[in-house]
């Protein structure tokens, strides 16, 4: 068997930090924002079946979500308002995110690459999922600006107000009730939340 550096790769997901571009008063890695989106997406999925009726699958929603942002192991967490500003850079920056999971995926024995592929390479069959997972990243960007708030660093509140917009702007049941039945948690002290 062929000696492989693929969760050693992934473990370093934690010296990756994120919100470059801002002050934080507490830092946050990608391997604590992919934890944080995948339980959220795990969430909205129970949501998803509980609630609205959908046949939709929490456990694998949960799995690919904790992988969604492992591309940054190998490029960096590129700035959002840097990843997005034109259609190009956009583009450009995909091609680069696929380049590193398909790097990363080499990194394992082949007999894992049916089991690990569709967790790193999105696939069309699985879009459903992955606007789950897009939609608990921009949840737990939106929580990470009301933590941030809250320790009383005003660097985020601008991200904040776009990050609700983009929320809102979703247009996602599932969504909507996470963010009525769940999200006012996040605001209050440890106390307050008996």
Same mark, same amino acid.
């Given at each position: 068997?062929?000696?492989?550096?693929? +969760?050693?790769?992934?473990?370093?997901?934690? =010296?990756?930090?994120?919100?470059?571009?801002?002050?934080?008063? &507490?830092? @946050?890695?990608?391997? !604590?924002? #992919?934890?944080?989106?995948?339980? %959220?997406?795990?969430?909205?999925?129970?949501?998803?079946?509980?609630?609205?009726?959908?046949?939709?699958? /929490?456990?694998?929603?949960?799995? *690919?979500? %904790? *992988?969604?942002?492992?591309?940054?192991?190998?490029?960096?967490?590129?700035?959002? /308002?840097? &990843? *997005?500003?034109? /259609?190009?850079?956009?583009?450009?920056?995909?091609?680069?995110?696929?380049?590193?999971?398909? #790097?990363?995926?080499?990194?394992? /024995?082949?007999?894992?690459?049916?089991? =690990?592929?569709?967790?790193?390479?999105?696939?069309?069959?699985?879009? @459903?999922?992955?606007?789950? %997972? &897009?939609?608990?990243?921009?949840?737990?960007?939106?929580?990470?600006?009301? !933590?941030? !708030?809250?320790?009383?660093?005003?660097?985020?509140?601008?991200?904040?107000?776009?990050?609700?917009? @983009?929320?809102?702007?979703?247009?996602?049941?599932?969504?909507? %009730? +996470?963010?009525?039945?769940?999200? !006012?948690? *996040?605001?209050?002290?440890?106390? @307050?939340?008996?």
């Amino acid at each position: 068997m062929k000696k492989s550096n693929f +969760f050693a790769f992934i473990s370093r997901m934690k =010296y990756i930090n994120r919100w470059g571009l801002m002050r934080s008063i &507490k830092e @946050e890695n990608v391997s !604590e924002h #992919s934890l944080d989106v995948a339980v %959220i997406a795990h969430a909205l999925t129970i949501i998803q079946k509980k609630r609205l009726g959908k046949n939709s699958d /929490p456990h694998k929603t949960a799995l *690919y979500a %904790i *992988y969604h942002d492992a591309s940054e192991i190998l490029t960096g967490d590129m700035p959002t /308002p840097v &990843k *997005y500003f034109n /259609p190009s850079i956009k583009t450009a920056y995909k091609e680069v995110e696929l380049s590193a999971v398909k #790097s990363l995926l080499k990194l394992l /024995p082949e007999d894992f690459y049916d089991d =690990y592929e569709p967790v790193l390479i999105p696939r069309e069959e699985d879009s @459903e999922i992955w606007k789950t %997972i &897009k939609a608990a990243d921009k949840i737990s960007a939106y929580i990470k600006c009301i !933590e941030e !708030e809250k320790s009383g660093n005003r660097e985020f509140i601008k991200a904040k107000q776009s990050l609700f917009k @983009e929320i809102n702007n979703m247009d996602r049941q599932d969504v909507k %009730i +996470f963010m009525d039945e769940f999200l !006012e948690g *996040y605001s209050l002290t440890l106390d @307050e939340m008996e």
